[in-house]
Every structure is written in structure tokens, then in C-alpha cells.
T-cell receptor
């Protein structure tokens, strides 16, 4: 089983759509959880941390279910500029980040 | 805004040659990392460095790889004898001024092409 597994993608949605990404992780001892965004051939950039109570940042909502080892990201009112690869990332007990393979999102006009 | 800087942005080398990738982490950060991403694949952890020594390394980080912090500002990754499969984007990251690493800040990456 992969350490961090994500939706296969790619997701191709119209502007204004709501899109959801899912992620599961295998290590129950994982400490922290994040969504990163990566544009083509660029470095990963932190989009948001994910907390057990769920958290929201503008159009982005992240949820964590520790019992199911499941993380989600919801993007509302998609913009063209949201087109990117979204990386589910888990920090393990030694503080290193473990990345999922990413889900590619393409928002079309 | 402080940032992690990496050089070179792109290096092309022949198989078997030594390569040094350089990184200047954010000032006062204490934790340093190298990750790599082969084209089309996921970002993979290589090594973490804290208190002037390696704190953890992955299976990828074999004897051909080494890291140094030679002068208190640079953090380098050396590949002694490059192989074709070392072709990838190498990302440096730094974090943390306290007891725990906190958020990682990534550099823009160094693209290595081994011919």
C-alpha cells in the first residue's frame, strides 16, 4: 500500500465548479497533514494545513478523518488560476514530509 | 519575504561526473532537507539535516550522495558519480527556528539532466 494515495485525476472542470480531492494515508502515527499546490515544473507550495476539526481558507476547505486515515480538499467556485497539481502531504513522526503523487486539476473557461 | 535559493537552476552533466547542487536556506532556520522529483513522478524525500549532521536519509540517499553545510549559510548536495536515473528536479527546503521543524519552505529547484 502506498504511504499516501490520492485520486488518480486529472480533473477537468469548468470555471465556477466545485471540485473535491481525496487522499488516504497508511501510517496511523502520522503527525500532521497538508495540501500543497505544484505548478508545472515548479516547487511545491503550501496551500493549507489540515486540522482534525476541519478548516477553511477562502474557497478552500480541508477535512481530516484520523480514524479512516482520510484527508480531503474541497475547492469552491474554481478559477482558471486554480489549475495545478494538488499534493496531499503527510508529516511522519520523524518530521519528514511524505508526498502523494498528486492530482492534476484543469479549470477551463 | 525570505526565501530559499538554489543554484544552478539547470545543470546538464555526463554520466559518471560529480555534481554539486547548492542551496541557501532561510536565515536562522535550523532544519534542512533535500527532496527530488523525477519528471512525472512524486516528490521524494532524500535527506534531512539538523545540528550539523544528517538526521534521516532515505533508501535513495546511497553512498553516491552526500550533504554539507560548509560555511553556515550554504547547504549542498553532492552526487559523486551521476547515473542516468539521477536526472530529476532537486528541491532544497528549510524550516524551523525552534524545537520542532514547522512549515517547510522550498526553493525553486535545480534541474539535473544526466546524459
Amino acid at each position: 500500500r502506498k504511504e499516501v494515495e490520492q485520486d488518480p485525476g486529472p480533473f477537468n472542470v469548468p470555471e465556477g465548479a466545485t471540485v473535491a480531492f481525496n487522499c488516504t494515508y497508511s501510517n496511523s502515527a502520522s503527525q500532521s497533514f497538508f495540501w500543497y499546490r505544484q505548478d508545472c515544473r515548479k516547487e511545491p507550495k503550501l496551500l493549507m494545513s489540515v486540522y482534525s476539526s476541519g478548516n477553511e481558507d477562502g474557497r478552500f476547505t480541508a477535512q481530516l478523518n484520523r480514524a479512516s486515515q482520510y484527508i480531503s480538499l474541497l475547492i469552491r467556485d474554481s478559477k482558471l488560476s486554480d489549475s495545478a497539481t494538488y499534493l496531499c502531504v503527510v508529516r511522519d513522526s520523524s518530521y519528514k514530509l511524505i508526498f502523494g503523487s498528486g492530482t492534476r486539476l484543469l479549470v477551463r473557461p | 519575504e525570505p526565501e530559499v535559493t538554489q543554484t544552478p537552476s539547470h545543470q546538464v552533466t555526463q554520466m559518471g561526473q560529480e555534481v554539486i547542487l547548492r542551496c541557501v536556506p532561510i536565515s536562522n532556520h535550523l532544519y534542512f532537507y533535500w527532496y527530488r522529483q523525477i519528471l512525472g513522478q512524486k516528490v521524494e524525500f532524500l535527506v534531512s539535516f539538523y545540528n550539523n549532521e544528517i538526521s534521516e536519509k532515505s533508501e535513495i540517499f546511497d553512498d553516491q550522495f552526500s550533504v554539507e553545510r560548509p560555511d553556515g549559510s550554504n547547504f549542498t548536495l553532492k552526487i559523486r558519480s551521476t547515473k542516468l536515473e539521477d536526472s530529476a528536479m532537486y528541491f532544497c527546503a528549510s524550516s524551523g527556528r525552534g524545537a520542532e521543524p514547522g512549515e517547510l519552505f522550498f526553493g525553486e529547484g535545480s534541474r539535473l539532466t544526466v546524459l
